[in-house]
């Protein structure tokens, strides 16, 4: 084998042994900090770094430091925690395809180095996970995989010739047909101690045959409930939604797009304490890129889509297809039903996540949807801080860690470094100047 087929092998073997190695104590001066909190920003600012982990957050002058602190001067910069997906999904899609074949170590290093290029530090794939992704949970958080950390919800529980109407391998989904099946594969799933288990009520539309009875995920609830787990919902109708929240879901892990929310729907979700994801994005994806906005020329967005994929986007019979008037409708009206619960659930003052279904097809862009989702979400009638909050600390509520999602003392030095102010514009955010993970830089702008 000559030295040049090494190469690639040297090199990655070299960012896992910078990964590996420790951190050094830096300060980040004079920035403006958006400490997840919802707050508002703290300015002039330093964020005092340390093995990894934040060791103090303050105005310049109260922040003693260390003669050996690196000094890195972010005036005119906001530094805010790095976003915590907690709906997206790993090795499903590459350029323009689906299948099983993705579901690789390359592949999904690919997707999380993506990620973490665009600020999301941490991600939640929500079902459709096969073996390979205890391998790489177990290096992510040793901190020797490359890209966004990781969390997972297994394989999950679809529908026999139903949902998920997905090409995914045997093992990375189960399809009970009764509920002792689903009994017996929550119990198998909670041998390999997941953070959820996930379940798909929907019949896409009407389009597919059979949707899960509520005897099946009540099996699947119960089931993963006597073992500790928490268990994360597919959703589209009101009346699914409302029926799992009665029966004790524990994430609502989509939007309600059918109908308007209503009160018993609002105080239910207060009354079991459920978690609300409304992802946005999901729907817009099915027809934005055909409609070609201009930010689709923005390096931003570009960097975020493999060559095949922009070859599709510009293909006039591709585009010509995906905006079929009737197909068009439904999804904007499903944007807009969804943009709307949103506003009346948080005001309600309901727990909501943050996702945007990313890599769940080859439309919904790792790093880059959960970018736009925060626009959607301002779009909605939430000031950016708010959106903000969603994606760092709220979103780190929901997967229950403590260790992140806000900047403060003990906290992972998980940072994202934009210009600009984006607790006035969101689009801010969109102006990356570097990420931090774990107390190192991983990334710099996102630049053609
Ligand atoms: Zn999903």
Do not use: C
């Amino acid at each position: 084998m000559s030295m040049k087929r090494y190469a690639p092998l040297l090199a990655l073997a070299g960012l896992a042994l910078a990964q590996a190695a420790p951190a050094q104590t830096v300060a980040l001066r004079h920035a403006r900090v958006i400490d997840g909190n919802g707050g508002a920003p703290l300015e002039n600012a330093t964020v005092l770094i340390e093995n990894g982990r934040i060791a103090a957050v303050g105005a310049d002058a109260s922040v003693k430091l260390p003669a050996k602190a690196k000094l890195i001067d972010l005036a005119g910069k906001s530094v805010l925690p790095g976003l915590i997906s907690d709906h997206s999904h790993l090795g499903i899609t590459d350029g323009t395809g689906a299948g099983p074949q993705n579901y690789n170590r390359a592949n999904i290093v690919r997707e999380l180095r993506q990620w973490q290029r665009y600020g999301v530090t941490t991600v939640t794939s929500l079902g459709l996970n096969g073996p390979l992704f205890y391998t790489l949970q177990r290096e992510a958080h040793a901190g020797t995989l490359p890209g966004a950390d990781i969390f997972g919800a297994d394989r999950g529980i679809g529908v026999p010739a139903g949902a998920p109407p997905m090409n995914v391998a045997a093992d990375q989904l189960y399809r009970p047909s009764t509920p002792e099946q689903a009994r017996a594969a929550v119990d198998e799933t909670a041998t390999r101690h997941p953070s959820f288990v996930k379940v798909w009520v929907d019949d896409f539309h009407h389009s597919v045959p059979a949707k899960m009875s509520p005897e099946v995920y009540r099996a699947a609830l119960d089931e993963a409930h006597k073992k500790g787990l928490r268990v994360a919902a597919h959703v589209y109708y009101l009346a699914d939604a409302k029926q799992l929240v009665a029966d004790g879901a524990d994430v609502i892990a989509h939007g309600v797009r059918d109908e308007p929310v209503d009160q018993a729907f609002v105080d239910a979700l207060k009354a079991h304490g459920t978690w609300y994801i409304p992802t946005l994005g999901l729907d817009e994806s099915f027809y934005i890129y055909a409609q070609q906005p201009a930010w689709m020329q923005t390096a931003f967005f570009r960097q975020a889509v493999q060559p095949a994929l922009a070859a599709q986007f510009a293909d006039p019979a591709w585009r010509a297809k995906v905006l079929d008037p009737k197909a068009l409708a439904v999804n904007q009206a499903s944007v807009k039903t969804n943009q709307a619960n949103l506003k009346r659930l948080y005001d309600a003052g309901v727990k909501i996540g943050f996702g945007t279904d990313s890599g769940a097809t080859p439309l919904r862009l790792p790093g880059f949807a959960e970018h736009r989702e925060l626009h959607l979400i301002t779009e909605a009638g939430l000031t950016p801080l708010q959106a903000i909050s969603l994606a760092t600390r709220d979103a780190a509520a929901l997967l229950k860690l403590d260790d992140r999602g806000t900047l403060a003392p003990g906290k992972r030095a998980d940072l994202l470094v934009v210009d600009g102010d984006p607790s006035h514009a969101i689009a801010d955010l969109d102006r990356i100047e570097a990420v931090w993970q774990r107390g190192r830089q991983v990334a710099g702008p996102i630049a053609p």
